[in-house]
């Protein structure tokens, strides 16, 4: 029965973190629901596999990492690059949200302090649930309110046109990438050395990062659609 429940919690929780990371960038959800919901039941068989089956729980989240940037660069047609900002960012916020729920029941007596080692049980089931309920209503909040970053063109991107990959905003959104997948390996360390407070921060840190990088990115579109704007008026 164990094993059902995981199953099923698991495709629920990819597909939150999936939606999630789509919101944050305002990119669309609607017209990828299924492809979303086909890739997140794929997610957590194959978390199922690492931590159930294989018993190596250290390598399924940085593996996951991995198969959410190929999910968005071959099935969204979304840009490496911006695929593994955008996972990156939307991982690490879900770990935060995750990891706040944990400390919340924790603190209130209702879980204890081992859990985030376990993969079964009902205190296990009850902070997932709850980190689900949250990020589904945080991704319901971004889309009714009309808020997250509008600097990533909308899917499918074009490929064909040459990218400069030694822009500031690429080398920019580049390094923040790479943090983030340290952080994940970090964040797996920690996890399994029952550091959670350490784990939480390294997930702030990281989202940190990429909250600033993308605010200044929203700023620079906007301060350069301006720029244009004044060009054409002055050309006219």
Do not use: C
């Not at 997930?203 to 579109?221: E, I, N, P, Q, T």
């Amino acid at each position: 029965m164990d094993n059902v429940i995981f199953i099923g919690i698991g495709v629920i929780d990819a597909f939150a973190v999936l939606t999630l990371i789509l919101k944050l960038f305002m990119l669309p959800v609607g017209e990828y629901r299924n492809k979303l919901l086909i890739f997140a039941t794929f997610i957590s068989l194959f978390s199922f596999t690492m931590r159930m089956v294989l018993g190596i729980p250290a390598f399924d989240l940085p593996l996951q990492y991995v198969l959410f940037v190929l999910f968005y660069r071959f099935v969204m047609q979304i840009k490496v690059h911006i695929a593994t900002f955008i996972a990156g960012a939307g991982i690490n916020a879900y770990a935060i949200i995750q990891l706040s729920v944990y400390y919340l029941y924790v603190w209130s007596g209702i879980t204890h302090t081992k859990i985030l080692s376990e993969n079964v049980g009902l205190q296990v089931y009850i902070v997932q649930a709850t980190a689900i309920l949250v990020t589904l209503l945080i991704s319901f909040a971004l889309s009714k309110l009309g808020y997250g970053f509008s600097f990533i063109i909308v899917p499918p991107h074009d490929f064909l046109r040459k990218e400069n990959y030694f822009s500031n905003k690429n080398l920019a959104m580049i390094a923040t990438s790479t943090i983030s997948l340290f952080t994940v390996f970090v964040m797996m360390v920690l996890l399994y050395a029952a550091e959670p407070l350490g784990l939480l921060a390294a997930a702030a840190v990281a989202f940190g990062l990429s909250f600033y990088f993308s605010r200044w990115s929203d700023k620079d579109d906007t301060r350069k659609a301006v720029e244009a704007y004044r060009a054409k008026n002055k050309a006219v």
